[in-house]
């Protein structure tokens, strides 16, 4: 850890499922000897039980507030003597962008246009945007999107992080802003807000209720294990070329269905019990809006260039992934009991993923 050994950093959305995961990451590296600020808004699936093992840590600081709020941010970064922001704050369940399209919007492409405004003119900040694969878009198994594949996103929640993309290329551009952008494929592992597809699957086994798929659910997703991605960020803040961007992943597509497979056979072989009544619990129900086919990146560019490769095996993190939440049905609980009320109206497989 060269770069990062004294870094000031100012993490977005770090009460989120991936934020949270990078900044317990981050702080297991005892020699780690920067701070942390943690600014979040606590939206409905953000939790400060995500990071209650490092709160009392004396290099981690966490703060209530919206990315929007460009005084609150300017202070932060002034008062903290912020030298890099890592962004992942959004709005980020595409079901939740097909009902209502604006907050995502105002979250995803003003909040990061906020950031970047006031970060423009100190010139010392390096800016690390968190982004997806689905700003490229449907593809085939056969073609992985590439850095220089086209934008061609499909559903509003790709649209936003596809603008706040441009917007931090356009400042790199324009006002020399130091940024690098990575493009994750879907993340799993503990903590993930029950609405998204491997924790609603494991909220329905654990319930025996129905596992609603969408459509056939032979749309494919590429899998990367949460702490793995943590690490790809910490080796870009490393590693990374300003105005760079970088695809991540395991190289570990599945089909919605074969994964729902997976999850059934790792979940009843925990538990002792025969699989073939979970199965059971599989129900096809109408497909989403727009739903693309296929996601699937090539992760060779930041192999090669960030120092970093995936360590976590597809079905090692899936094991981990189901025995948490099989000890953690309480917090499950909790973050579904402070969340708003539609997360449970708005889980159907294939959700965000
Ligand atoms: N989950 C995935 O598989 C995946 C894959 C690729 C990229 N991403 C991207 O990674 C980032 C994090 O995703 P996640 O799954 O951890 O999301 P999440 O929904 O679990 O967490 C988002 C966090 O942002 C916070 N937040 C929302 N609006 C805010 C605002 N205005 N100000 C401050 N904080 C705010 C929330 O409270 C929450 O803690 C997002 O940018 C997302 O687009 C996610």
């Known amino acids: 850890m060269r770069k990062l050994r004294r870094a000031r950093l100012l993490v977005t959305g770090g ?3 991936m ?7 981050l702080l297991s590296q005892e020699e780690f000897e920067g701070q942390i600020v943690n600014l979040d808004l606590l939206t409905y699936c953000g939790s400060l039980l995500n ?6 840590d004396s290099r981690y600081n966490f703060v209530l507030g919206d990315i929007s709020d460009t005084k609150l941010v300017d202070e932060l970064i002034s ?8 962004h992942f704050a959004a709005e980020s369940h595409v079901d939740r962008s097909i009902e209502s399209a604006g907050p995502f919007f105002k979250t995803n492409v003003l909040g990061t246009l906020n950031l970047l405004e006031v970060i423009k003119n100190r010139q010392h900040i390096h800016f690390h ?3 997806t694969d689905e700003v490229y878009g449907d ?6 999107f590439t850095e220089n594949s086209q934008y061609r996103p499909n559903s509003p929640y790709a649209a936003s992080k596809a603008a706040s993309d441009h917007i931090v290329r356009s400042f790199c551009q324009t006002y020399h802003v ?9 993340n799993y592992g503990p903590f993930q807000f029950p609405e998204k597809l491997i924790p609603v699957v494991l909220e329905k086994l654990m319930n025996k209720k129905p596992i609603p798929i969408y459509g056939s659910g032979l749309q494919i997703r590429d899998w990367l294990y949460v702490e793995d991605h943590s690490r790809a960020i910490i080796a870009a803040l490393e590693h990374s070329r300003p105005g760079f961007t970088y695809n991540l992943s395991a190289k570990n597509p599945k089909t919605n269905l074969d994964l729902v497979h997976n999850l059934i056979d790792v979940f009843a072989k925990l538990k002792g019990e025969d699989q073939a009544s979970y199965k059971t619990l599989i129900s096809h129900v109408q497909d989403r809006l727009g739903h693309d086919m296929c996601y699937v990146v090539n992760p060779e560019f930041s192999y090669t260039s960030l120092n970093w490769k995936p360590r976590v095996d597809f079905d090692e993190g899936l094991k981990q992934t189901v025995s948490w939440y099989l000890q953690n049905s309480s917090w499950i609980q909790s973050v579904l009991d402070r969340g708003n009320q539609s997360a449970t109206s708005l889980e159907c497989v294939g959700a965000k993923q």
């Open 51 to 56: 990071l209650e093992n490092i709160s009392g």
């Open 79 to 86: 008062d903290y003597h912020i030298d890099t922001v890592v």
């Open 139 to 144: 593809t085939s198994i056969e073609e992985p």
């Open 178 to 186: 130091s940024a690098c952008i990575t493009h994750s494929v879907n």
């Open 15 to 17: 009460a989120g499922f």
């Open 19 to 25: 934020g949270s995961s990078f900044i317990r990451t």
């Open 129 to 131: 945007h968190i982004s």
